[in-house]
């Protein structure tokens, strides 16, 4: 069983440009989420997807987007980066429901210079 | 609106000694909790939750509906017990499950 991937682990970017993050879920898995996670900060909700669809978002603006493939694995895409964009982004899979607890990839790090 | 509070940033103890990480709540309707770990270059992972009702590593938490608590208590901290724990909320109603996580504390167990 392959836990959740993500890729790549580190990312520096400038203020302006379009970032692109790749999430593989944990094998059997159809629901990803996505988290922010700010310097001395948990882990923030950013959106969720279940079979392709967003099924729920937390406090992001539009430039915070998603998306979910057939396999299950997920992009998020965050466009005309900010300062404050730098953090830790996490992304976790499970099956849908209530009682499945989520997995965690290890993060991906992006500095937004 | 959902919340979790954990009071501490920082909690150092001597290995032995008892510990409690504190987490409170803000939630209008039936909750459910988690308590999240992170050793040092390692993934945030689940150590608990309520509904299991079960010690993992020693550790146990109590749903205190009353008081809107979810406290970690171990009796006798170990030194590999030093992490960052994480305590996390999940709504119970709706489609989306979605978690929402305190801003964590880390746990330091002394020699």
């Known amino acids: 069983e392959t836990g959740v991937t993500q890729s790549p682990t580190h990312l520096i970017k400038t203020r302006g440009q379009q970032v692109t993050l790749r999430c593989s879920s944990q094998?059997?898995?159809?629901?990803v989420s996505w988290y922010q996670q700010a310097l001395g900060q948990g882990p923030q909700f950013i959106f969720q997807?279940?079979?392709?669809?967003?099924?729920g978002r937390g406090n992001f603006p539009p430039r915070f987007s998603g998306l979910q493939f057939p396999n299950y694995s997920s992009e998020l895409n965050v466009n005309a980066l900010e300062l404050d964009d730098s953090a830790l982004y996490l992304c976790?899979?499970?099956?849908?429901?209530?009682?499945?607890?989520?997995?965690f990839g290890p993060g991906t790090r992006l500095t937004v210079l | 609106a959902q919340r979790v509070t954990q009071p501490e940033k920082l909690l150092s103890v001597f290995k032995g000694a008892p510990v409690e990480l504190k987490c409170n709540y803000s939630?209008?309707?039936?909750?459910?909790l988690f308590w999240y770990v992170q050793y040092s270059r390692q993934r945030l992972q689940l150590l608990l939750r309520?509904?299991s009702r079960e010690s993992i590593k020693g550790f146990t938490a109590d749903l205190n509906k009353g008081e809107t608590s979810f406290h970690l208590k171990k009796p006798f901290a170990q030194e590999e017990d030093s992490a960052m724990y994480y305590c996390a909320l999940r709504s119970s109603g709706g489609s989306n499950y979605k978690l929402t996580f305190g801003k964590g504390t880390l746990l330091t167990v002394n020699p």
């Open positions: 939630y209008s309707g039936s909750p459910e």
């Open positions: 976790a899979s499970s099956f849908r429901g209530p009682g499945p607890e989520q997995f």
């Open positions: 094998s059997g898995h159809n629901t």
């Open positions: 997807y279940y079979r392709e669809e967003e099924n």
């Open positions: 309520h509904i």
